[in-house]
């Protein structure tokens, strides 16, 4: 699905990660990473939507499923202009960025994943996800045992040390009730990205997390 050209850009863009070098470089990111990426979410389109016709598999250099390689230096100590990895989010319609219920694709040298749910979600967000496994704490378990019981993703992200407001630290589900982030995440071979396969790799991935979406979209009145 990518050329090996594709990781070969990426560890090279990390050792000169600086506006002078992309710009002489520029054709080649487009050829062998961008051009490469946008294929790929075309031909995940029809996996997608026959998932859920809510998600976003938008094929588009700006706005679509293919996130910028510009990195947002406002508020980070990393001021390196961009991104060394390459990131694919099918989130759902109604999202406005990346703090949403969607599907997630990251290659980068060394590092590839995919995930499943939702990344720091807003305090009304991750509410609503934990009034939900409170108030349907059997469907929640039931949940992850089809999810997670018989395949490798693990339940991954950032937790509070302390039982959120209005939840019992005695509470049978605290472990989850104290998540911040609710993602199922899958480490991916470094090889798998140059399979011809991969498309269908990733789209039974999804199948296999989409109750997981389905619950934080139904936490959060969103249809999947």
Same mark, same amino acid.
């Given at each position: 699905?990518?050329?090996?050209?594709?990781?070969?850009? /990426? !560890?090279?863009?990390?050792? +000169? +990660? &600086?506006?002078?070098?992309?710009?002489?470089?520029?054709?080649?990111?487009?050829?062998?990473?961008? *051009?490469?990426?946008? +294929?790929?979410?075309?031909?995940?389109? %029809?996996?997608?939507?026959?998932?859920?016709?809510?998600?976003?598999? *938008?094929?588009?250099?700006?706005? =679509?499923?293919?996130?910028? @390689?510009?990195?947002? *230096?406002?508020?980070?100590?990393?001021?390196?202009?961009?991104?060394?990895?390459?990131?694919?989010?099918?989130?759902?319609?109604? =999202?406005?960025? @990346?703090?949403?219920?969607?599907?997630? @694709?990251?290659? #980068?040298?060394?590092?590839?994943?995919?995930?499943?749910?939702?990344?720091? %979600?807003?305090?009304?967000?991750?509410?609503?996800? $934990?009034? /939900?496994?409170?108030?349907?704490? $059997?469907?929640? $378990?039931?949940?992850?045992?089809?999810?997670?019981?018989?395949?490798?993703?693990?339940?991954?992200?950032?937790? /509070? !040390? $302390?039982?959120?407001?209005?939840?019992?630290? #005695?509470?049978?589900?605290?472990?989850?009730?104290?998540?911040?982030?609710?993602?199922?995440?899958? *480490?991916?071979?470094?090889?798998?990205?140059? !399979?011809?396969?991969?498309?269908?790799?990733?789209?039974?991935?999804?199948?296999?997390?989409? %109750?997981?979406?389905?619950?934080?979209?139904?936490? &959060?009145? /969103?249809?999947?």
């Amino acid at each position: 699905m990518f050329p090996k050209k594709t990781i070969r850009f /990426l !560890k090279e863009l990390s050792s +000169n +990660n &600086n506006r002078e070098w992309f710009a002489l470089n520029k054709s080649r990111y487009e050829d062998d990473v961008r *051009t490469p990426a946008l +294929n790929f979410i075309e031909a995940m389109e %029809p996996s997608v939507k026959q998932l859920s016709p809510y998600l976003d598999c *938008t094929a588009k250099k700006v706005g =679509g499923a293919l996130m910028r @390689v510009h990195r947002d *230096t406002r508020f980070g100590k990393d001021k390196t202009p961009y991104k060394t990895n390459i990131g694919i989010q099918f989130r759902h319609v109604r =999202g406005k960025d @990346v703090h949403c219920p969607g599907y997630y @694709v990251h290659i #980068e040298p060394g590092d590839v994943f995919f995930g499943a749910g939702i990344w720091k %979600p807003d305090s009304a967000n991750v509410l609503a996800i $934990r009034t /939900l496994i409170d108030e349907h704490p $059997r469907e929640w $378990r039931a949940l992850k045992k089809k999810v997670f019981g018989k395949s490798d993703f693990a339940l991954s992200g950032d937790s /509070l !040390k $302390r039982a959120p407001k209005g939840f019992s630290p #005695e509470h049978p589900e605290i472990e989850d009730l104290r998540r911040k982030d609710f993602i199922a995440v899958l *480490t991916l071979p470094a090889s798998a990205i140059h !399979k011809a396969d991969f498309t269908s790799q990733i789209a039974a991935h999804m199948k296999t997390t989409a %109750p997981l979406m389905k619950f934080l979209c139904e936490a &959060n009145d /969103l249809m999947f």
